[in-house]
């Protein structure tokens, strides 16, 4: 509940315009958020060199601004609304992505690892990393990503 209320006042909102290169707003996303946005020219993620009005599929107007406590899919349906591009939300080490009712802030704070781990029947991210071979969830997430990219 606690975390909740303080995403509300998170200095991570941003608000993300149509001449901003696609790099520039994963950057500023990731910075704000710890999370990676993938945006989407059509099927294929989009060439970061471009602007995000260079790659949506209709007339870009309007004003976006992201807060902690929009939940993934509202972030995914808002790019589409006012930029008309398609994003995904991921983790940070891009192995999964976020479900859409996740809030940003709750992906941030892992508690959809949380109640991953849980519904394995462990009572912490501690508890379940214990019987793995890793003592985090980054050393966890590089050796996913590692097996990925084989």
Known sequence: ????????????DFEPSSSMLVVELQRQF?????????????RHLAD??????????TETSG???????????????AFK?????????SNEYETYLINNRYTLGQAMRKEDVLEDVKAKGFKSIDEWLATTEF???DEYYRNERTKKSH
């Open 63 to 77: 004003k976006l601004k992201i807060k902690a406590t929009m939940t993934v899919g509202e972030v995914e349906q």
């Open 81 to 89: 609304d006012v930029f008309g591009i398609i994003v995904q939300i």
């Open 30 to 42: 990731f910075d704000n958020f710890g999370l990676v946005l993938r945006v989407y020219k059509g």
């Open 1 to 12: 509940m606690f975390n909740s209320f303080f995403d509300r006042f998170k200095a991570s």
């Open 48 to 57: 970061e060199k471009l602007m995000l009005k260079q790659i949506s599929a």
């Open 135 to 137: 003592t985090t969830l």
